[in-house]
């Protein structure tokens, strides 16, 4: 992934994680702004000034009603109808910790605590407790770790090992059946986990309660069987020692409107099982999974075209070597032939030489027969000069290398062919660098490749042309790296360049073919430029002829430089 | 007086054209042999002055000839002109080495060329 794409993954994620927060921050002030002055009663007010401080006892594990959370703090929807009331009659709640539900229970009883703030009135408790009317109702339901027939009332329980929170309501209730396999935990949390995990078949509670507290536990293999016909009404209660207190948290309650009442609500209840997919967590896995299978897939596409590149230049690799081993097989053929050939040949080219020589003599000068015989005797020599090439050929693998000047022998060659390109008026130029460094070479075999080429250049251009001759050391680069070369080695280059017709694109694929010739019937073997491209090869250089960007052929000669040159 | 050349070849046809254009100098005497075997007891024979000698023949080559000619006291100031139709360095070096210090020629040879060849080692 590219790190702006990455930036902005993390913004958008950023962004839906905060907006929810946001609203419920925002909601919660808005909650809070909307206070509304309470009708106390002289009395109601008196007793207050007397009770400043109301000790409250939370149930420390009923999610999201109210509880405690890890690092200490109350919270809840009870929490925040606590928050409400002290706004808006002037109290504070001292809030009481108890060790589970239980405790709690026995402590107001006692009457050690003022007011219990989230219980469900009945007959039992009301001997001990007076309460308001309720402001929060939850639906009481069942969850299983597995498929059970459908829940509706108490008595389908009946059977099924149930977790109960030890001392609520539902525990009362359930005491009221006979041959109900009841256990008891001291919290939700620890009842949901025994059904979680098969200790119980049920947990039974209230269904919001339960929801949150999966949720937080990570109980993902409970599910709601069946919701029961009861529904849990929860209220404030106070002992009876502080019964005013029960009508001015009344009236304190009426305060709060049914609009607030129902954002508090929804600020800690999902109102409906949402589906997974619909819940938060869900859909930020699934833009996590969905960016990460997308760079999983590009990484894939980047990795199969980087393959696909180095297959094409393996392939391009192993179609040069083919074409090369093709070559090498042809010489080596041409060159097993050639040396019986030219064996076989000679005998008879020897008899007709003779046979011409004979009658030279001997035939009057009339008709042109004279002449007839010197036609054979220069047939033969364009036929020797044939086998020459070919046992040039056959022989050409063996090398007497010395040290040696290229720019000398360049020179030398230049004499030679001298006559050549006077008579047929073409200009030979040379650029030689005087600080060429002298190579191994076997000097008579690139003398051999020299001539060729020049005689070539020659024929090429015709007449009134030019052919120039460069020699200088230059790096290799990458348009003509090859198997003798690496890029940036340095190399002796000897080029010729002729403004010649150039070479067609269909002569250049075979012109090293051996007896290949463009040159008319008996001006050439067909064998010189294949000979010289060996010569050249076994000198561990290279021989390239094409054309020049200008114009014309140019041929290009690289020749290795010794290590102590290169310097 | 003329001098003998015998000339030893596999090919028949090549030692008649030899033998047709050599005498027809007038210079020479010519004698031919068409086997190396044959070229021994030939040469112990007619007592060549110098034999053409082809290099490569089937059964007994032109250099094991004239290995057992030299050892031949009768015939220790023969000369040799050795005739191949594979010019190559490597070759003639090699041949040169067993028999030492004597003249090649490349087939096809013309004639005058033969000759100029022949006057000289005779000459030397």
Same mark, same amino acid.
């Given at each position: 992934? +590219? ?23 925002? /909601? ?12 106390? /009663? ?40 606590? &928050? ?77 090992? #149930? ?25 939700? =949390? ?16 209230? $269904? ?46 009426? /305060? ?38 997308? =760079?999983?897939?590009?990484? #894939? ?19 040069? =070597?083919?074409? &090369? ?37 001997? #035939? ?85 490749? $020299? ?7 020659? +024929? ?30 340095? =190399? ?28 008319? #019937? ?43 040159? +290169?310097? | ?57 089937? %059964?007994?080559? %032109? ?20 005739? *191949? ?6 070759? *003639? ?6 028999? %030492? ?22 000459? %030397?």
């Amino acid at each position: 992934m +590219q790190p702006s794409s990455r930036a902005s993954f993390f913004n958008l994620l950023g962004t839906l994680l905060l907006a929810p927060l946001l609203c419920v921050c925002v /909601s919660g002030v808005q909650a809070q702004q909307a206070s509304s002055s309470v009708p106390l /009663s002289q009395a109601e007010k008196a007793w207050l000034q007397q009770h400043s401080v109301i000790r409250l006892a939370p149930d420390p594990g009923f999610a999201p009603v109210e509880w405690f959370n890890r690092q200490g703090d109350y919270h809840g929807i009870t929490f925040d109808y606590v &928050q409400l009331l002290e706004q808006r009659l002037g109290v504070r709640f001292e809030i009481v910790r108890g060790k589970d539900w239980s405790d709690i229970l026995a402590t107001a009883k006692a009457g050690e605590v003022d007011a219990l703030s989230a219980i469900m009135r009945t007959g039992a408790r009301e001997q001990h407790l007076v309460f308001t009317k309720p402001y929060l109702t939850l639906t009481r339901g069942v969850l299983a770790a597995r498929e059970l027939d459908p829940i509706t009332r108490v008595e389908d329980l009946r059977g099924y090992k #149930v977790a109960v929170v030890e001392g609520s309501w539902m525990d009362e209730k359930l005491d009221e059946y006979t041959g109900m396999s009841i256990n008891h935990f001291q919290d939700l =949390a620890t009842a949901l986990a025994a059904t979680s995990l098969g200790v119980t078949d049920v947990t039974a509670s209230a $269904l919001e309660t339960m929801a949150f507290t999966r949720r937080d536990e990570g109980l993902t293999n409970l599910q709601k069987v069946g919701e029961l016909d009861h529904e849990v009404a929860l209220s404030f209660a106070v002992s009876k020692s502080v019964t005013p207190l029960a009508g001015i948290l009344e009236k304190g309650l009426a /305060s709060i409107t049914s609009a607030e009442a129902a954002e508090i609500r929804a600020r800690w209840i999902e109102t409906s099982e949402q589906p997974f997919w619909q819940k938060p967590v869900y859909r930020y896995s699934a833009i996590a999974l969905l960016v990460l299978l997308l =760079a999983c897939m590009a990484v #894939v596409i980047a990795w199969n075209r980087m393959l696909n590149t180095r297959v094409q230049e393996r392939s391009r690799q192993l179609e040069e =070597a083919h074409i &090369q081993l093709i070559q090498a097989e042809k010489m080596e053929s041409v060159g097993r032939l050639s040396a019986g050939v030219a064996h076989e040949v000679k005998n008879p080219l020897a008899i007709i030489q003779m046979g011409a020589d004979y009658l030279m003599e001997v #035939v009057p000068d009339e008709d042109g027969a004279k002449e007839v015989v010197a036609d054979i005797g220069d047939a033969v020599r364009r036929a020797d000069t044939v086998i020459k090439g070919l046992l040039d050929f056959s022989h050409s693998d063996k090398l007497a290398l010395s040290s040696g000047n290229l720019n000398e022998l360049i020179e030398e060659a230049q004499r030679l062919v001298g006559h050549e390109f006077r008579q047929r008026n073409i200009a030979l130029n040379t650029h030689l660098s005087p600080s060429n460094p002298q190579i191994q070479m076997d000097a008579n075999k690139i003398k051999q490749v $020299l001539i060729n080429m020049l005689m070539n250049a020659a +024929q090429a251009v015709g007449g009134d042309g030019e052919v120039n001759v460069s020699c200088e050391v230059v790096s290799i680069d990458a348009n003509s790296s090859n198997n003798a070369f690496q890029v940036g080695e340095p =190399a002796l280059r000897l080029r010729i360049v002729d403004n010649g017709p150039g070479i067609s694109e269909e002569n250049l694929v075979k012109l090293f073919d051996p007896f290949f010739t463009t040159k008319p #019937v008996g001006e050439g073997t067909g064998l010189g430029l294949s000979v010289s491209r060996n010569i050249m090869e076994l000198h561990s250089g290279v021989l390239d002829i094409g054309n020049a960007p200008e114009g014309g052929a140019r041929v290009t000669m690289d020749f290795r430089i010794e290590k102590e040159d +290169q310097a | 007086m003329k001098k003998r050349i015998l000339v030893v070849d596999d090919e028949v046809t090549l030692t008649r054209m030899v033998k047709l254009n050599l005498e027809r100098t007038g210079d020479y005497e010519v004698r031919t042999e068409n086997e190396g075997a044959m070229a021994v007891p030939a040469a112990r024979e007619f007592k060549p002055d110098l034999i053409l000698l082809d290099v490569m023949m089937p %059964g007994m080559t %032109g250099d094991e000839v004239a290995a057992q000619l030299k050892e031949d006291p009768l015939l220790a100031d023969t000369k040799f002109i050795f005739v *191949t139709a594979i010019v190559t360095k490597s070759e *003639t070096a090699q041949a040169g080495s067993n028999i %030492g210090g004597n003249v090649f020629l490349a087939k096809p040879v013309k004639t005058e060329e033969l000759v100029d060849t022949i006057e000289k080692v005779l000459a %030397g």
